[in-house]
């Protein structure tokens, strides 16, 4: 597939499409499908165990948004911290004691995810993998360990540059699991047309883009968000800065208010503005929105679900179809990829010979 991106009649670099990204939200239904008949006992029980303490989730790229799930969903069902973190967080943790780790991986093969794999057995602390394959070159290194490895097959043969599939997949998996060692976080609905007010793909991402077109069309994006849409948040700058999108400021609703919005002032003419929220977070986000200037075009998403657990998949299910809204209003291919850049050499780096010693 030939790339529209504006930028692609001046880069010296490989690009290329593996899957169009509206093809890839036409398999959601399926995955979602997939994903809700999963079998996440043995998940949900390591999930109650260690619900006495602090949980730290461990995630790169795509995985860091269902890292910030876990650690949203540990911390509404039993009032202990729940942070998300990144893979050279591992090293700095110093004695983490009386804390439970979880690493979230897509593949449970790239260079992070096995420098965390060695690591993980030698932290003194219970720690678990969480993996978007039934087998890994990471489950491998763990084999005969104490670390479990709760692996499932949710990443497809043939997927895009930026996490689809995997992560609607692997945020259904966590959020049933969370659900089902602490009932208090509700249900999760078992087909994604519990999320899609027009009941089908095509005609939810139609109204969509038409409802969000105004802000998307503008050169400089505002997202807003709270504690409960953070993971959306998380992933949304993810495909922004792997897709070439364009610029984005994000930013919590009261840390808005704290200055963020005079960035706006400037340039308000370039400025569209997104709010996501939660049944939490809904008059934050009516209240910012209703003094926004009226020549700032700007639109408020609820997200749907109906319960704490249902409400993660759901801000989740938006922001893919968001990000695919976006790709039509500005004609861009989103989940195009890159070779023979720099960027294969950073993700070639193998952290354990960069830090192969964690501070204590």
Request: with cysteine.
């Amino acid at each position: 597939m030939t790339s529209h991106h504006p930028s692609s009649a001046v880069t010296d670099f490989d690009r290329f499409v593996v899957v169009d990204y509206i093809d890839e939200l036409r398999d959601l239904p399926a995955t979602y499908a997939a994903a809700a008949r999963a079998d996440v006992s043995e998940l949900a029980a390591w999930l109650r165990e260690h619900g006495d303490r602090p949980l730290v989730s461990l995630g790169a790229g795509g995985s860091l948004a269902i890292a910030e799930l876990a650690a949203t969903l540990h911390h509404r069902a039993t009032g202990q911290v729940g942070v998300s973190r990144e893979p050279m967080d591992l090293y700095l943790l110093g004695e983490a004691t009386n804390t439970a780790l979880l690493l979230v991986t897509a593949s449970g093969g790239h260079s992070d995810s096995l420098a965390c794999c060695r690591l993980l057995p030698q932290t003194g602390v219970d720690t678990a993998v969480f993996c978007g394959k039934s087998s890994s070159n990471g489950a491998d290194l763990l084999s005969g360990t104490s670390v479990p490895v709760f692996a499932f097959e949710l990443l497809p043969d043939v997927h895009g540059w930026v996490a689809v599939n995997v992560l609607l997949a692997q945020a259904v998996v966590l959020a049933r699991a969370f659900a089902e060692a602490y009932p208090s976080l509700g249900d999760v609905p078992a087909d994604l047309s519990a999320f899609l007010s027009s009941g089908d793909v095509d005609s939810f991402l139609d109204e969509l883009t038409e409802t969000l077109r105004g802000p998307l069309s503008r050169q400089n994006l505002i997202f807003l968000h709270g504690p409960d849409t953070r993971s959306a948040a998380i992933d949304l700058d993810s495909k922004f800065a792997e897709s070439g999108i364009g610029s984005l400021t994000m930013s919590e609703y009261r840390n808005f208010a704290h200055g963020r919005y005079q960035m706006m002032l400037p340039q308000l003419s370039d400025v569209g503005v997104l709010a996501l929220y939660g049944q939490r977070e809904t008059t934050y986000a009516d209240s910012s929105l209703a003094v926004l200037p009226p020549t700032v075009p700007h639109a408020g998403l609820p997200v749907p679900g109906g319960s704490p657990a249902a409400e993660q998949v759901g801000s989740l299910v938006y922001l893919l179809f968001i990000i695919g809204a976006l790709g039509r209003v500005r004609g861009i291919d989103i989940g195009w990829g890159s070779r023979n850049t720099f960027g294969d050499l950073l993700y070639d780096l193998d952290p354990m010979s960069l830090l192969p010693h964690p501070p204590k």
